[in-house]
């Protein structure tokens, strides 16, 4: 059963840092992995799909890699700003045709001016 | 271009009424899905479908049912609703395929008293 680990649960940064956040996941046949942000009582906004035969995707100050023999993602985030405090989920969709996203549990992400 | 629209946003029901939460989406996508987020639990697969009249379950089905006689409309009904049913639900879609990730809704918060 594919488990999705996110580490840590919560984040606090100083504005302008850089940052990583970490996804682990158990299987490692995957078909591709998003990462989302959930800002409070709001919905799921996709940042970044990479597919299983890639290695990262860029957009803007964002930057998300993937390694799947060790089960690994990572969401870089460049010169942070207060904006960026969100909830970052990441999400694995497996090989063998199941539509079913199995989800991390998150890091809150807090930005401070 | 809405994506994918939920209604309602709010809803409080009482123990034994049944619901009915509906998602559209106006992508022309095949698949889609409905999650339910509870602290601590992360976001859990319900149902979902691969197209107009196919519909599976997910991880968590019991006490829901749905159906899919358009491509747009997906609808999650409540049967007998009950207080372990109190949660985040959010509607998903995709055009398939995994090529181009799940696009989600602003998720309905239905609370069971």
């Known amino acids: 059963k594919q488990e999705v680990t996110q580490i840590p649960a919560a984040l606090s940064v100083p504005e302008g840092e850089n940052l990583v956040l970490n996804c682990s996941f158990t299987?490692?046949?995957?078909?591709?992995l998003q990462w989302f942000r959930q800002d409070p009582g709001k919905g799921l906004t996709s940042l970044l799909l990479?597919?299983?035969?890639?290695r990262e995707q860029t957009s803007g100050r964002l930057n998300a890699s993937l390694d799947k023999s060790s089960g690994r993602s990572t969401l870089y985030i460049a010169a942070s700003q207060p904006g960026d405090s969100a909830t970052y989920l990441c999400?694995?969709?497996?090989?063998?045709?199941?539509?079913?996203?199995?989800f991390g549990k998150g890091t809150k992400l807090t930005v401070n001016p | 271009n809405a994506g994918v629209t939920q209604t309602p946003k709010f809803q409080v029901l009482k123990t034994g009424q049944s619901m009915t939460l509906q998602c559209a989406q106006d992508?022309?996508?095949?698949?889609m899905s409905w999650y339910r987020q509870d602290p601590g639990m992360g976001l859990r697969l319900i149902h979902y479908?691969?197209?107009?009249?196919?519909?599976d379950q997910g991880e968590v089905p019991n006490g829901y049912n749905v159906s899919r006689s358009t491509t747009e409309d997906f609808p999650l009904r409540l049967l007998s609703a009950a207080p372990s049913q109190t949660s985040v639900y959010f509607c998903?879609?995709?055009?398939?395929?995994?090529?181009?990730?799940?696009?989600f809704g602003s998720g309905t918060r239905l609370t069971v008293v």
């Open positions: 299987d490692s046949a995957i078909y591709n």
């Open positions: 999400a694995v969709k497996d090989q063998g045709g199941s539509e079913k996203l199995v």
């Open positions: 992508m022309n996508h095949e698949y």
């Open positions: 479908s691969v197209g107009a009249g196919i519909t």
């Open positions: 990479i597919q299983s035969s890639q």
């Open positions: 998903a879609s995709s055009p398939g395929q995994g090529s181009r990730g799940y696009t």
